[in-house]
C-alpha cells in the first residue's frame, strides 16, 4: 500500500511543532521556578528585616533597661567632685620680706595648677589638632571616631577601643578608671555628653592640661614645662609646646628624656596639624620646624641621662615631719591620711627659716675636714647636729641635722631624731632653775664640795673628776659645774619637783624611771634628749623665764588661699624673770671664763652665755647657749657611742663658729636689757603664756635653804672629766 505523499511532506512541521509545544512548556515551568525563587528571597529578605528590626527593638529595650539599672549612678559627673592631686609648696621668707620657694613635696603625683587664662594658645591647639579636631565642634562625643572604633573593635576583633575626645580623656584621667570593657566605655560616653552640658570648653580644656599624665613623674602642664625645659608654662614656644603634648600619647616612648628621636617625628606630626587645621601660619609652621631640626628645643637633660632626685633639706624634712603631725593633731587625721593631704593637697607652707643663718649653718656641716679633729681618732667619723631658735618667737631659724653632704631624703637627723644624754648642760634646767624658782637657793648660797655629803634621799652620790673646792658658791658651782652641788641641790629640791619642771613645763619626753637622782642631776636619762628639745628650753634664760615652743612653720593655706593651720607662738612660763635673769648671768659667766670658755666672742663683742655638757665616758659633748638674739643648741659625738678625745669641747667650738658670724653686724646689746631685741619688737605682746602656777608642785620644798655647808651639799664634776655613776 503506498504511502500519502503529503503525510511524508508533513512529517517535519509535525515535529517542529511538538518541541515548540514542549519548549512553551518548560519556558513556563521555569518561569514559574524563578518566580518562586524571586517570591522566597523576598520573603527571606522581609524575615530578616523583621527579626532584625525586632531584635533591634528588643536590644534598645534591653539596653534601654541597662542604661537605667546598671549605669544611670554611674553617668553623672562633676569635677568639682574629683580633687586632682597637687603638688604642696614650703615658702621661705627673704630678708626683704619677700617669699621664695623653698621646695616643692613631690608626691606619686608632681602636679601644680594653671589656670586656663596662663595656658598658651599654641598648647590648648596643639591638644586639639594631634587628639581631638572636632574638640570645639562636638557635644563631648566625636561620633564619627565612635562609630568607627565599635567597627574597629567587633570587625577586627581588637580591645582597643580609641576614638576618645578630650572631654572623654578628662573623665578617664579625674575618675581614673580605665579597664578596657564595653561597659566601661558606654559609661565613659554617657558622662561626656552630660559633661559638656555642665562645663565650658575652656574649663574642661584647663582641668585635661592639668590632668593628663606628660610622663617623668609629672602631672599636668606646669610640671612639664618645668621637667622637660626649665620654663613656666606661658614661657613655651610653639616647638615646645607640641614637643609636651606629643608625649601625652605614649609617654614611655615620646619623652624626650628616653628618646629625642620619636619625641623630634611626634612634634613635627602636630606641628603640621597645627597647620593643616588652620591654627597656625605657614611662617609659624616653618619657624618651628626650623627650632625642631636646629637642635634649639633645650630640654634640660639629655636622653637616657640619669635624673637627679630632688633632695630636702635637713630643715624641709623637718617640716614636713611638724606638719604632718600637727594635721593629724589638729585635724584628728590618721598619719596616712595628714601624708596624703601634705602632698596631694596643694598646700602653700610658710617656713620659719632664716636663709642667711641655714647657710651660715649648712657651710659649717658640709665639710667634716673643717670639723674639730681629735687627737686619738675613732673608727666612726665625728657627727653633730645643730638648732638655732628665736628665743622670743620660738622660729626655728636653722638646722643642722649632720655632718657632711646630704645624699638621700629622710635619712638621720641628729638634731630631731637622736635622743642622747644631756650631760650637764641640762643642770640650769633642771636643778639650779627650779631651786633659784621655788626660794631654795641664790647666787651666793654657800655649798660645801665635797666627797664626803650623805644626800637624805638615797644612797647614791658622785664624784667631782676635777677636783673639789670646799665651801663655794652656788654661783661658782655653776660656772665650774660641780656634779656633787647639782646632787645636793636635787635632794633638797626632790626629784619629784626637777621631773615635774622638766615635763610638765618644758615639755621634755621624759619617762617614769629617769624621775631619779642621776638622770636629773647629770642629765643622765634613760633615753636622752633631742638637740632640739634643748634648743627651746634654752629660749627661758634670754626670754624672762618664758619658753619659747620651737616651730619651724607659721602658717598653711590650700591652692586657693584658704588658712589650713596657724601656727603662731606659743609660750611655756617656767621660771620667774628674777630666776632667769640670775642664771643668765651665771650662764653669762661661765661661757666667759667657765667650763664654757671657748665659746667667748670677745671683748665687745655680742654677749654670750651658756653651758657645757658632757656625759659618761666623754660619749658626748653638747654645748647649749644664747645671745640676746639668738639660742643654740650643739651636740657631738659618734653614731655608736664611744669616748671622744678632743681638745676642749667640739661642740662649744662649733656653737661659737655658728654663733659669732649670725650674730655680726646686730646692734650690741646686753642680757635683761629692756631695750633688746624681745622688747623692743614688741614680740612679747603676741605670746600665747601658760598662766603661772599659784601653787608650788608637790612635795613643796623648805621656803628658804639654810646656809649651813652640811646641811646643804652642793657641788658638780668638770665637764671634761668622765662622770662615774656609784
Known amino acids: 500500500m503506498k504511502q500519502d505523499p503529503r503525510r511524508k511532506k508533513n512529517k517535519k512541521p509535525v515535529t517542529f511543532r511538538r518541541g515548540l509545544r514542549t519548549a512553551a512548556r518548560v519556558g513556563d515551568a521555569a518561569a514559574t521556578t524563578v518566580g518562586d525563587v524571586v517570591r522566597l528571597a523576598l520573603r527571606i529578605l522581609i524575615s530578616a528585616v523583621l527579626i532584625l528590626v525586632c531584635a533591634g527593638l528588643l536590644f534598645s529595650c534591653i539596653f534601654a533597661y541597662y542604661v537605667k539599672t546598671s549605669l544611670t549612678t554611674d553617668l553623672n559627673i562633676t569635677l568639682s567632685d574629683y580633687s586632682l592631686s597637687l603638688s604642696s609648696t614650703i615658702w621661705a621668707y627673704d630678708n626683704q620680706g619677700g617669699t621664695y620657694e623653698l621646695a616643692v613635696l613631690q608626691s606619686d603625683e608632681n602636679r601644680t595648677w594653671v589656670n586656663y587664662d596662663h595656658i598658651p594658645k599654641y598648647l590648648e591647639h596643639a591638644a586639639v589638632a594631634i587628639e581631638d579636631k572636632r574638640f570645639y565642634d562636638h557635644k ?43 561597659q566601661r566605655k558606654l559609661v565613659e560616653i554617657f558622662r561626656a555628653l552630660d559633661l559638656e552640658k555642665t562645663y565650658t570648653k575652656e574649663e574642661i580644656m584647663e582641668w585635661y592640661l592639668n590632668a593628663v599624665y606628660f610622663g617623668e613623674g609629672a602631672y599636668g602642664v606646669f610640671q612639664a614645662a618645668d621637667t622637660y625645659f626649665g620654663k613656666t608654662v606661658d614661657e613655651l614656644t610653639l616647638a615646645q609646646c607640641a614637643s609636651i603634648i606629643g608625649i601625652t600619647n605614649n609617654p614611655s616612648k615620646y619623652s624626650p628624656f628616653s628618646s629625642v628621636k620619636n619625641n623630634t617625628a611626634r612634634t613635627k606630626t602636630i606641628l603640621y596639624e597645627m597647620y593643616d ?24 637633660r639629655g636622653e637616657n641621662e640619669v635624673y637627679q632626685q630632688q633632695i630636702y633639706s635637713y630643715y624641709v624634712e623637718t617640716v614636713i615631719k611638724d606638719v604632718t603631725q600637727d594635721l593629724q593633731t589638729k585635724l584628728g587625721l590618721s598619719a596616712e591620711a595628714a601624708r596624703q593631704l601634705l602632698y596631694h593637697g596643694g598646700y602653700q607652707i ?14 659649717i656641716y658640709a665639710d667634716p675636714a673643717s670639723m674639730p679633729q681629735p687627737y686619738y681618732a675613732d673608727s666612726q667619723p665625728l ?229 657645757t655638757g658632757t656625759t659618761s665616758d666623754d660619749c658626748d659633748r653638747w654645748f647649749c647657749g644664747f645671745s640676746p638674739y639668738y ?77 649651813d655647808p652640811n646641811a646643804i651639799p652642793l657641788g658638780v664634776p668638770d665637764d671634761n672629766a668622765a662622770i662615774p655613776l656609784e
Open 140 to 182: 563631648g562625643v566625636d561620633w564619627y571616631r565612635t562609630a568607627g572604633a565599635f567597627v574597629n573593635m567587633f570587625l577586627g576583633m581588637k580591645n582597643d577601643f580609641g576614638g576618645s575626645t578630650i572631654t572623654q580623656q578628662l573623665i578617664k584621667n579625674v575618675t581614673t578608671e580605665d579597664d578596657i570593657t564595653v
Open 277 to 300: 587645621q588652620g591654627y597656625i601660619t605657614r611662617e609659624e609652621y616653618d619657624q618651628a620646624v626650623e627650632e625642631v631640626d636646629g637642635d634649639q628645643l633645650h630640654f634640660i
Open 350 to 363: 610658710y617656713a620659719c627659716v632664716d636663709p642667711d643663718v641655714q647657710a651660715i649653718v649648712d657651710k
Open 383 to 611: 657627727q653633730s647636729a645643730c638648732v638655732v631658735l628665736d628665743p622670743y618667737t620660738g622660729e626655728i631659724k636653722a638646722i643642722g641635722g649632720a655632718i657632711g653632704e646630704k645624699d638621700r631624703n629622710f635619712g638621720w637627723n641628729y638634731a630631731t631624731d637622736a635622743q642622747r644624754p644631756a650631760g650637764s648642760s641640762i643642770k640650769p634646767l633642771s636643778v639650779y632653775g627650779p631651786a633659784m624658782d621655788l626660794g631654795l637657793i641664790s647666787e651666793s648660797t654657800l655649798v660645801n664640795d665635797s666627797p664626803d655629803v650623805a644626800l637624805r634621799g638615797t644612797w647614791w652620790y658622785p664624784r667631782n673628776a676635777g677636783g673639789y673646792a670646799g665651801i663655794i658658791t652656788i654661783w661658782d658651782a655653776l660656772v665650774q659645774s660641780k656634779n656633787t652641788v647639782s646632787a645636793q641641790i636635787l635632794d633638797k629640791l626632790t626629784p619629784s619637783v626637777s621631773f615635774e619642771y622638766l615635763t610638765d613645763r618644758m615639755g621634755f619626753g621624759l619617762v617614769e624611771a629617769d624621775r631619779d637622782y642621776a638622770p636629773l642631776a647629770l642629765g643622765q636619762f634613760t633615753y636622752g634628749v633631742t638637740v632640739r628639745e634643748m634648743a627651746q628650753a634654752y629660749s627661758v634664760f634670754p626670754n624672762d623665764g618664758v619658753m619659747s615652743y620651737g616651730r619651724t612653720y607659721s602658717l598653711i593655706t590650700d591652692a586657693t588661699g584658704v588658712t589650713i593651720l596657724e601656727n603662731g607662738p606659743r609660750s611655756s612660763n617656767v621660771f620667774r624673770t628674777d630666776t632667769a635673769r640670775c642664771l643668765t648671768e651665771m650662764l653669762e659667766a661661765a661661757a666667759w671664763y667657765g667650763t664654757g670658755y671657748e665659746v667667748y666672742l670677745g671683748y665687745g663683742k655680742m654677749p654670750v652665755a651658756g653651758k
Open 631 to 707: 639660742v643654740t643648741a650643739v651636740w657631738t659625738g659618734y653614731d655608736t657611742p664611744s669616748p671622744m678625745y678632743y681638745s676642749g669641747n667640739p661642740a662649744a667650738q662649733i656653737w661659737r663658729r655658728i654663733m659669732a658670724p649670725i650674730n655680726e653686724g646686730l646692734p650690741v646689746i646686753q642680757f635683761n636689757d629692756p631695750t633688746n631685741r624681745g622688747y623692743a619688737t614688741g614680740i612679747f605682746g603676741n605670746l600665747e603664756i601658760t598662766p603661772e602656777p599659784t601653787a608650788a608642785p608637790t612635795p613643796a620644798p623648805t621656803p628658804a635653804p639654810t646656809p
